[in-house]
């Protein structure tokens, strides 16, 4: 299944939103916003640098790669959160380079599920597309507590994500149950007295044993007599 670590999903929108809204008052009230909600991330101080590093050693076609990437499918499949992505480079990069590393894995990942199934594909698309829009929704309600309109576009996100995992549920059932007769069907063929599977593989060992002998081996031609 596609997934998003929760915190960071939740923390980069969190920042989105709290941008978009902050806009209006100036940026000096932005970067407060932004600040704040950096601090609902725990993190390990210790490990953060070295993260930062290896991120800041992205070559710059890389970083345009991915930013391709979750572009297209947030304009494609979530235009809204496309609209709030957009202020965040300027106002808190480093946190956008985060947001954009996790689309772009989604976006990959979406891509290789399509190309091995493409009927589990459009229901992992549908999975993360209710997953995107209830954590925007729910970022956006934690700034509106009292906004009922948001509360009920979240319940109707809510259910939708229900009905993507049920039917890719379902579909993971139906792989088990197919490997499983397989796993069945391979059990039944090793029921029996051993000697007799055993003696059957050994004959079947042998004969292909000479028939490569008799391969390898070169014809034997006799010396022509004067």
Same mark, same amino acid.
């Given at each position: 299944m596609i997934r998003i670590a929760a915190g960071k999903a939740l923390l980069c929108l969190l920042l989105l939103v709290s941008t978009a809204a902050a806009q209006k008052q100036g940026e000096? &009230?932005?970067? =407060?916003?932004? $600040?704040?909600?950096? %601090?609902? +991330? #725990?993190?390990s101080p210790e490990k953060k640098p070295a993260k930062d590093d290896k991120e800041d050693a992205v070559s710059? %076609?890389? &970083? #345009?790669?991915?930013?391709?990437?979750?572009?297209?499918? =947030?304009? &494609? @499949? @979530?235009? +809204?959160?496309? %609209?709030?992505?957009?202020?965040? &480079?300027?106002?808190?990069?480093? $946190?956008y380079d985060q947001a954009v590393r996790?689309? %772009?894995r989604v976006s990959e990942r979406l891509s290789q599920i399509e190309q091995r199934s493409p009927e589990r594909y459009e229901v992992e698309l549908a999975l993360w597309k209710s997953k995107s829009r209830i954590q925007l929704l729910t970022a956006q309600l934690q700034m509106t507590p +009292?906004?009922?309109?948001?509360? $009920?576009?979240?319940?109707?996100?809510i259910a939708e994500q229900i009905v993507s995992q049920r039917e890719l549920y379902e579909m993971e059932k139906a792989r088990v149950t197919q490997r499983l007769e397989f796993l069945n069907a391979q059990?039944?063929?090793l029921e029996g007295d051993m000697e007799t599977l055993v003696d059957e593989r050994l004959r079947s060992a042998d004969a292909a044993a000479k028939k490569k002998f008799r391969e390898s081996t070169p014809a034997s031609s006799e010396t022509p007599k004067k």
């Amino acid at each position: 299944m596609i997934r998003i670590a929760a915190g960071k999903a939740l923390l980069c929108l969190l920042l989105l939103v709290s941008t978009a809204a902050a806009q209006k008052q100036g940026e000096t &009230k932005a970067r =407060v916003v932004a $600040q704040n909600a950096v %601090s609902i +991330e #725990a993190k390990s101080p210790e490990k953060k640098p070295a993260k930062d590093d290896k991120e800041d050693a992205v070559s710059e %076609s890389e &970083k #345009a790669r991915r930013e391709e990437l979750a572009f297209a499918l =947030v304009r &494609k @499949h @979530h235009p +809204e959160l496309a %609209s709030l992505l957009r202020p965040l &480079k300027r106002l808190r990069p480093r $946190q956008y380079d985060q947001a954009v590393r996790e689309l %772009s894995r989604v976006s990959e990942r979406l891509s290789q599920i399509e190309q091995r199934s493409p009927e589990r594909y459009e229901v992992e698309l549908a999975l993360w597309k209710s997953k995107s829009r209830i954590q925007l929704l729910t970022a956006q309600l934690q700034m509106t507590p +009292e906004n009922e309109e948001l509360r $009920q576009r979240l319940r109707d996100a809510i259910a939708e994500q229900i009905v993507s995992q049920r039917e890719l549920y379902e579909m993971e059932k139906a792989r088990v149950t197919q490997r499983l007769e397989f796993l069945n069907a391979q059990l039944d063929r090793l029921e029996g007295d051993m000697e007799t599977l055993v003696d059957e593989r050994l004959r079947s060992a042998d004969a292909a044993a000479k028939k490569k002998f008799r391969e390898s081996t070169p014809a034997s031609s006799e010396t022509p007599k004067k």
